[in-house]
């Protein structure tokens, strides 16, 4: 029995791989076709030649380069922004006893279970009442709010988990808080802190619905709206298509190539509620 679960295992792995990985393998090929191989005038699953028109004409003809940088920027400040109030919201959850704190927790959780769109018409009253309409930065105000949830209650459970001795042995040492907080609390929850930031910047760095309804200049469209407007009403430039989805696939794949040592810490450690 134990012999044949091991290819059964792998068999699994095998169509895991396939049914994962095949859509973006598939989408990387198809990028290289040429146009008559796109419209089925040549058949084939591999392209006939290596073709790199669709990725010229899609920064020569458009802009896509200015796309890629507003997500760019949009994503990391997001990140940026949702980890520094994480970690110290995350902290004083689970270090400061207050009244109201449980609750307080129970209010984030809850706030995960709104949908976005259920959010839409609210967030654009706000925006507009602030002068924030059709800006970055309105865009990294909502992102940032979006992310909070999952962030502090990933930070606090983490921090939640060291040993409240380690930091009273560094708060008698003359360490203030925040101090304490750099150097004892955060190396241990790095892991929590590489799993909100990733998550944070894959969220800023997908998303449609907002970065269309708050966003109408054209140079200062994210990606995910810039690669929408390539879906015409007769016709589809599939070939800058499937370039551009490329491109905007690769920033997430090579973000969880370089994380994943600490993202499988997450797997093979608990994480105290």
């Known amino acids: ?46 392209p006939q030649s290596l073709y790199t028109g669709n990725y010229e004409n899609l920064f020569a003809t458009g802009n896509f380069a200015l796309y890629f940088v507003n997500s760019a920027v949009v ?30 927790l ?57 040993p409240k001795e380690i930091e009273e042995a560094a708060l008698i040492d003359g360490c203030g808080h925040f101090r304490a907080l750099w150097r004892v609390l955060l190396p241990p929850a790095l892991p929590g802190v590489t799993a909100a930031g990733a998550f944070s910047m894959i969220l800023a760095w997908d998303e449609f619905l907002y970065a269309n309804t708050f966003v ?8 995910s709206v810039g690669l929408d407007s390539l879906v015409g009403q007769y016709t589809t430039d599939w070939g800058q298509l499937l370039a551009g989805g490329v491109l905007m696939t690769l920033p997430v794949v090579l973000i969880f190539a370089f994380l994943q040592r600490y993202l499988t810490q997450i797997a093979g450690g608990g994480v105290k509620g």
């Open 1 to 46: 029995m134990r012999a044949l679960g091991r290819p059964l295992v792998y068999a699994g792995a095998l169509v895991a791989v396939v049914l994962f990985a095949g859509p973006f393998v598939f989408m990387v090929l198809s990028s290289f076709k040429q146009p008559q191989e796109l419209n089925g005038v040549v058949n084939g699953f591999l």
């Open 75 to 104: 994503a990391l400040l997001t990140t940026v922004l949702a980890l520094v109030v994480a970690i110290l919201a995350g902290y004083a959850l689970a270090r400061f006893p207050f009244t109201g704190r449980r609750l307080l």
């Open 106 to 162: 129970l209010a984030v959780v809850a706030m995960q279970m709104f949908p976005a769109v259920l959010m839409a018409i609210p967030l654009y009253k706000i925006l507009r009442n602030l002068g924030m309409l059709d800006a970055r930065s309105g865009l990294i105000l909502v992102y940032v709010t979006f992310a909070l949830p999952f962030c502090i209650w990933m930070m606090r459970n983490y921090f939640a988990t060291v």
């Open 216 to 223: 109408n200049s054209d140079e200062k469209r994210t990606l």
